[in-house]
């Protein structure tokens, strides 16, 4: 018999379930339009991502010395939300970020097609 506890199994069972929903309560970018938005910056961004750069998690706020990216028009197009926000990468992640408070207000990976 395994070692792992009845809560655990289930929470392996369904853990697919839980990894397709967002870690927040109120999801800011479908899942669709994370993979979109994140392919899109991809493509388009040519500047190096910052290496070793501030810490990207939600709701935290980017210091004002970090430059901020408006993002693209075609990823405002895919996810209308995302009109006038700024971005920021570092290392293989992507910051979108609201530009009057910098704050994170969703975090994806650097998609590529």
Same mark, same amino acid.
């Given at each position: 018999?395994?070692?792992?506890?009845?809560?655990?199994?289930?929470?392996?069972?369904?853990?697919?379930?839980?990894?397709?929903?967002?870690?927040?309560?109120?999801?800011?970018?479908?899942?669709?339009?994370?993979?979109?938005?994140? =392919?899109?910056?991809?493509?388009?961004?040519?500047? /190096?991502? *910052?290496?070793?750069?501030?810490?990207? +998690? #939600?709701?935290?706020?980017?210091?004002?010395?970090?430059?901020?990216?408006?993002?693209?028009?075609?990823?405002? =197009?895919?996810?209308?939300?995302?009109?006038?926000? /700024?971005? *920021?990468?570092?290392?293989?992640?992507? +910051? #979108?970020?609201?530009?009057?408070?910098?704050?994170?207000?969703?975090?994806?990976?650097?998609?590529r097609k």
């Amino acid at each position: 018999m395994s070692t792992i506890g009845t809560s655990a199994r289930m929470m392996l069972a369904f853990g697919v379930l839980f990894l397709a929903q967002p870690l927040f309560a109120a999801e800011f970018l479908s899942i669709e339009q994370q993979v979109k938005v994140g =392919q899109i910056i991809t493509d388009q961004h040519n500047a /190096s991502p *910052l290496v070793g750069g501030p810490a990207l +998690a #939600l709701d935290a706020i980017v210091p004002p010395d970090v430059k901020l990216e408006a993002v693209p028009q075609d990823a405002q =197009q895919m996810a209308p939300r995302l009109r006038g926000f /700024s971005y *920021l990468i570092v290392e293989e992640q992507i +910051a #979108l970020v609201e530009p009057h408070t910098r704050r994170i207000v969703e975090v994806i990976p650097r998609w590529r097609k």
